[in-house]
């Protein structure tokens, strides 16, 4: 019984991979732990910013990534790449941390693409971006199948279509999505869906405000979506624009309240 108690515990530490600096590359860092991890593992990652300069860290293996906290662990790609490349098929779960400065150029997601579903626990996903001009999208994150975000902030992300979400499936609990902007003012520029765009949308407690798209009242600033179930929530101040050259807000470019479409 010894024996076997003892085999067990060291199975279990063996699916934690403590991160021990805040190098792009090399060992002890992020991109090292993510290499060699199975299936099942938790990537720990210490305090500080993990500056990407060797490309998007790609995530082969259904993981759970958690950080020291979401103002304590910044995970940016300084604008020259995408951040995240989950190419797992399996869920891959974030925690306590922050994913920003992500720029995926012509293709689609800025901060987090996906092919599975992804779990965002007390996560701030911002400032992470897509080419208006080359008609790409999901400037935040696109995920193929569900995006379940708890207690998250997803904010301020630039796409042609869909800035802040794209997802099958969107589940959102005590989360916060605003100031994601689809498209631009530039003439040719107009964009759709600046929160989100998914299949059904599943909304509690949370805040979809602010955001915002190019193509006119129809442009779906708001929530875009197929079925929508929401409790105890905020949807406002969501403005559909148009891409006439004047600027948002302006008296050449007012916009259009235009906060749900379902």
């Known amino acids: ?141 696109d995920v193929a199948q569900t995006l379940t975000a708890t207690n998250t902030l997803i904010a301020d992300n630039t796409a042609y279509n869909d800035a802040g979400i794209d997802a099958g499936d969107v589940v959102l609990t005590n989360s916060t999505v605003t100031g994601n902007v689809a498209g631009s003012s530039t003439p040719g520029a107009n964009g759709d869906n600046g929160a989100f765009d998914a299949g059904t949308a599943t909304i509690s407690s949370s805040t979809i405000a602010g955001n915002s798209c190019f193509n006119g009242a129809f442009c779906d600033p708001g929530i875009d979506t197929g079925t929508l179930n929401m409790k105890n929530s905020i949807v406002a101040g969501n403005r559909g624009y148009v891409d006439n050259g004047q600027p948002a807000g302006s008296a050449g470019n007012p916009g259009v309240l235009a906060n749900c479409n379902f």
Not at 28 to 54: C, E, F, M, N, Y
Not at 111 to 135: E, K, Q, T, Y
């Open 1 to 141: 019984l010894v024996i076997a108690s003892t085999m067990v515990a060291a199975s279990s530490a063996a699916t934690t991979i403590h991160v021990r600096n805040t190098h792009d590359s090399g060992a002890g860092s992020l991109r090292q732990a993510l290499a060699g991890a199975a299936d099942g593992a938790k990537v720990i990652v210490p305090k500080g910013t993990i500056h990407l300069t060797s490309g998007e860290l790609e995530v082969t293996k259904a993981v759970t990534i958690r950080g020291a906290g979401a103002n304590r662990t910044v995970i940016t790609a300084d604008s020259a790449s995408r951040v995240f490349n989950l190419s797992s098929p399996g869920a891959v779960s974030f925690a306590d941390l922050t994913v920003t400065g992500g720029n995926a150029g012509s293709s689609d997601g800025g901060g987090i693409v996906a092919l599975g579903s992804v779990s965002l626990n007390r996560v701030a996903l911002v400032n992470n971006h897509v080419s208006v001009s080359d008609n790409a999208s999901d400037g935040g994150i």
